[in-house]
């Protein structure tokens, strides 16, 4: 069971960063609007949270070494960090400068997904460093990627 529910959080906890981050970014670029990006956090809370809990649910039967107990675990520890993890991102934005919620936000996220990389590769017995840094790397990508097609969304589409 210990496996399980490692698996739901930290696979939770990674996708809950990353789209968020990403979303949150994408949409700020995109609109300038606090609405539109809470509405988007709102929905990534939910929808993707969902979905993802699916997918480990799906990826954990395929497997055919889990009990269902265990399955049930991964999937409820996947939706429950996901959404909720998601909805803290809405904290900063309703309470700052929307510019200043992204940058919060940004910190924020990355600080946690630098924990969750070196407890896991402590775990493993790697570098951490080297794991920290591949994890960011990816972060990093997704976040420059989503501002771009927002800045270029503003410019051709909404401009």
């Known amino acids: 069971m210990k496996h399980s529910l490692r698996?739901?959080?930290?696979?939770?906890?990674t996708s809950g960063v990353i789209t968020t981050l990403g979303l949150m970014v994408g949409l700020h670029s995109g609109t300038h609007s606090r609405l539109v990006v809470i509405g988007g956090i709102v929905t990534i809370a939910i929808a993707d949270a969902?979905?993802?809990?699916?997918?480990?649910?799906i990826s954990e039967?395929?497997?055919?070494?889990?009990?269902?107990?265990?399955?049930?675990?991964?999937t409820v520890a996947t939706f429950v960090s996901k959404f909720f993890f998601a909805l803290t991102f809405v904290i900063p934005v309703l309470f700052l400068r929307l510019s200043t919620a992204i940058?919060?936000?940004?910190?924020?996220?990355?600080?946690?997904?630098?924990?969750?990389?070196?407890?896991?590769?402590?775990?493993?017995?790697?570098?951490?460093?080297k794991v920290i840094g591949e994890h960011l790397l990816i972060a990093g990508t997704v976040i420059a990627i989503t501002h771009s097609i927002g800045d270029w969304i503003n410019k051709n589409v909404l401009g």
Do not use: M
């Open 50 to 57: 969902f979905s993802d809990a699916l997918g480990i649910h």
């Open 7 to 13: 698996t739901g959080i930290t696979f939770g906890l």
């Open 103 to 129: 940058i919060v936000s940004l910190v924020w996220g990355l600080s946690i997904l630098t924990l969750l990389s070196y407890f896991v590769a402590r775990a493993q017995a790697n570098k951490p460093w």
């Open 61 to 74: 039967e395929s497997e055919n070494t889990r009990t269902t107990k265990q399955i049930w675990a991964s």
